[in-house]
């Protein structure tokens, strides 16, 4: 299935895709809930989700959120888990995990965070304050979406609390990175992590084997496969669900290959009125528009 939470008229919605017919059908009886996705993805896991019994709406007549509103803690990432990527951010200068080249490449996951206000609709602009414009990237990702809860969740198990998965770009501004020796400030600006644009159940797919690609201005920056992780979606699990209790609608975005702006000599920054679009064989894409704005 194909979940998604969308905006139309005044109100927002939770509604099931039809990729075949480019349609929404809005799941009318979804309870009240402070996110009905949550809410969802709990009754899917117990067997009882409600069915799409509302109105057949075109996609094109639609506003796409971000599937999750507000997960119970930040986004939860996962730095340098391609290895190409993890030697051109080593050799970029903004990367304060690793002091030489021959560390870039980590022997345990590189856990970080980006805050929910970061969270973005698979269409939104990625609005950059003025003063903070000069180095900003983009990182295409696979999405992790829990399901059921867990805490110690040993790797042979993590499929089990694994509800579905989203298109992610971790967009990020490097020079706030590199200023502060950590990631939180330059990655958790408001919608500076746009998400989508829905959730497909993971029935529908291989996690393991799904081509990434990502374009800014219709350039192929970055291509991979998530078979190419360094740290797949079981170690990833297991390594956070050891040190925090994940729970339905936690969001984990898995990594980004090489072809990051910084990656290239100069660094290929994003500029204002730039559109970066990421794709997911078997997930679909989200196409977002870099906006400066007076800060």
């Known amino acids: 299935m194909k979940v998604a939470r969308f905006r139309y008229g005044e109100a927002d919605h939770l509604g099931m895709v039809d990729i075949a017919d480019a349609t929404i059908t809005q799941i009318e009886s979804a ?89 973005a609709g698979a269409s939104d602009d990625i609005v950059v304050p003025e003063a903070l414009s000069a180095s900003v990237d983009y990182e295409g990702e696979l999405g992790v979406v829990i399901g059921r809860r867990g805490r110690a969740i040993a790797a042979v ?25 950590q990631w939180l400030l330059g990655k958790s600006l408001d919608t500076f992590c746009p998400m989508g644009p829905w959730i497909v159940s993971g029935d529908e797919l291989d996690p393991e084997d799904l081509e990434l690609s990502c374009w800014v201005n219709g350039e192929l920056r970055q291509q991979a496969n998530t078979g190419d ?20 609608g936690d969001i ?15 660094p290929k920054f994003l500029h204002n009125g730039d559109v970066v679009r990421v794709a997911i064989g078997g997930i679909g894409e989200i196409e977002n528009r870099i906006v400066v704005v007076s800060s």
């Open 229 to 248: 992780l360094i740290f797949d979606i079981p170690t990833i699990i297991e390594t956070v669900s050891a040190s925090m209790t994940l729970e339905p």
């Open 157 to 181: 198990n993590a499929y089990e609390h694994v509800f579905g998965y989203a298109v992610i770009n971790d967009a990020t501004v490097r020079d706030l990175q590199a200023r502060h020796k």
């Open 252 to 266: 984990i975005a898995t990594g980004t290959p090489a072809g990051v702006g910084i990656g290239f000599e100069p």
């Open 31 to 119: 309870e009240p809930h402070p996110d009905q996705m949550i809410a969802f993805i709990e009754r899917a896991l117990a067997g009882t989700a409600p069915v799409p019994d509302g109105e057949v709406l075109p996609l094109d007549d639609v506003q796409l959120l971000a599937p999750i509103a507000r997960p119970s803690k930040n986004v939860i990432c996962v730095g340098k888990n391609y290895r190409e990527h993890a030697q051109e951010f080593a050799r970029s200068g903004f990367d304060s995990s690793a002091g030489r080249e021959q560390q870039a490449i980590p022997d345990a996951p590189i856990v970080f965070s980006k805050a929910p206000c970061s969270l």
